[in-house]
């Protein structure tokens, strides 16, 4: 029994630029119009539709295969799809302009390119050509580096619902040749559109790129910029095994420091449903953050129990920034605000709930060990420590986030890393946690949890 009434396979197949394939045919439109299509035709339930690799038909693309039938469609556009929909799906008949049906020409055809693949490959592998995928990877930073500086420039906002290079140009006062470069360099990478001179936002940079939009993400992602300059410190930090731009958080500066609490406060809020969920906040009164940042987390307690008052604790510049989110989100009377130095302050007594969410990252094994003993000293009896971090595997080289991540640290820190659930459970332990749990969550982090008997 098929578990739908149509399963459609359409290739998405990318290969080196140059080299005949679905997506450099648009098989990307193809598949988000067909999606579209069967939403819009109520099929959901009926028409499953799975991207896939090459199906052998390159120069023919976008190819799709519809079962149970078993119909090829080859050269499918946009403009086809309503058609394949009405027809194909909800009248059972096939649309013949667009199938396949001779079968020894299309065997020969598959067959034909399969071995100019071989061959290709072959040849590749005798002049010892670099694999692409390497090669994409090292020169990953053309892309990176074009988006950092179109951020920078604000050029989304300038091209707004359609503007001429030179309009950009003078309104961002760049010059002019290569304002026209990078536009340019913007629409291979997908992220406008171009049309007889004029460029355009595709519905991604309309939504988080421009100034006014619905979810701008600008703040967040001038962090990332930020972080371009430390990220070619890496050779020098792996010579000196530190951070060689280290400069402490009170020092970094109003633009770095609003950018910087922009991004954590993006992923802070899309991960608090998450953590508030894994937590039993039953009986749980006073929460203390540690490191709070945007407070987020705090903000997040408090919404999902009445009882519960929560304290951000952060540097003197960054207090200011969590009051505003504290005040927007209406939880003043709950949420409160403490400034002071994690690394060395005493944080007081009485709390059922310390929370470290990306902190213990910032530090080394010791200086973890001393934070988490502070924490513990902290809580009633029963209270928990809770930590949110990156948590890599046993031997350190996955999950790729954490691992990546942990040069964020070398490059950024004098000590921090990324750890494993053992180091994590190892320190909670000393410093005087029973009951130590790893909790993993969806996403890029997990918690871990101490509690004190
Ligand atoms: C990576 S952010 C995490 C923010 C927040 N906990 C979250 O998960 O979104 C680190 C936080 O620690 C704060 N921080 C860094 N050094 C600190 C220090 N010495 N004392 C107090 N807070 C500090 C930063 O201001 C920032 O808010």
Not at 5 to 28: I, L, M, N, T, W
Not at 105 to 130: P, Q, S
Not at 359 to 377: K, Q, S, Y
């Amino acid at each position: 029994m098929e578990p739908y009434r149509f399963h459609v396979f359409v290739c998405d197949q990318k290969k080196p630029e140059g080299v005949p394939c679905c997506s450099a045919r648009g098989s990307a439109k193809v598949i988000d119009a067909l999606r579209r299509e069967i939403m819009a035709a109520g099929l959901a339930e009926d028409v499953q539709v799975t991207t896939c690799g090459s199906i052998g038909l390159c120069e023919r693309g976008p190819n799709m295969i519809v079962y149970p039938e078993g119909i090829w469609y080859s050269v499918v556009q946009v403009a086809d799809i309503p058609e394949i929909v009405s027809e194909h799906f909800q009248s059972g008949r096939v649309v013949e302009r667009l199938a396949n049906r001779d079968q020894a020409a299309l065997r020969a055809e598959i067959d034909g390119n399969k071995k100019k693949m071989l061959a290709a490959r072959a040849a590749n592998d005798a002049a010892g050509v670099l694999p692409d995928d390497f090669q994409q990877a090292v020169r990953g930073f053309q892309a990176s580096r074009i988006l950092l500086s179109a951020i920078e420039l604000d050029v989304f906002t300038a091209v707004g619902d359609g503007a001429s290079a030179e309009t950009v140009a003078s309104q961002l006062a760049t010059d002019p040749r290569a304002m026209a470069m990078l536009l340019d360099a913007l629409v291979a990478l997908a992220v406008l559109h171009k049309d007889y001179g004029r460029y355009t936002n595709t519905p991604m940079s309309s939504r988080y790129l421009m100034a006014g939009a619905r979810d701008d993400s600008r703040a967040a992602l001038m962090h990332t910029a930020h972080l371009w300059e430390r990220w070619s410190t890496l050779t020098d930090c792996v010579r000196q095994g530190t951070s060689v731009t280290h400069r402490e958080m009170v020092d970094r500066g109003d633009e770095w420091t609003t950018a910087f609490i922009a991004a954590m406060h993006r992923s802070a809020s899309a991960r608090a449903p998450l953590l508030v969920h894994a937590i039993d906040l039953n009986g749980v009164r006073r929460v203390l953050d540690v490191g709070g940042g945007s407070g987020a987390y705090a903000i997040a307690f408090a919404q999902a129990n009445n009882d519960l008052r929560a304290e951000v604790f952060d540097l003197p510049t960054v207090v200011p920034i969590t009051q505003r989110h504290i005040d927007e989100a209406d939880v003043a009377d709950r949420v409160t605000t403490r400034t002071g130095d994690l690394r060395t302050d005493d944080f007081g007594d009485g709390y059922d709930l310390v929370l470290l969410s990306a902190i213990c990252h910032m530090m080394g094994p010791e200086e973890n060990v001393d934070l988490l003993r502070r924490c513990f000293a902290a809580l009633s009896p029963g209270g928990r420590i809770v930590i949110q971090d990156f948590i890599l595997a046993p031997d350190r080289t996955a999950p790729r986030t954490a691992a990546l991540f942990a040069i964020n640290m070398l490059v950024a820190t004098q000590q921090g890393n990324s750890y494993t659930s053992e180091e994590y459970d190892t320190w909670l332990r000393e410093a005087g946690c029973d009951d130590v749990k790893h909790i993993t969550l969806p996403g890029p982090t997990g918690l871990m949890i101490g509690r004190r008997e």
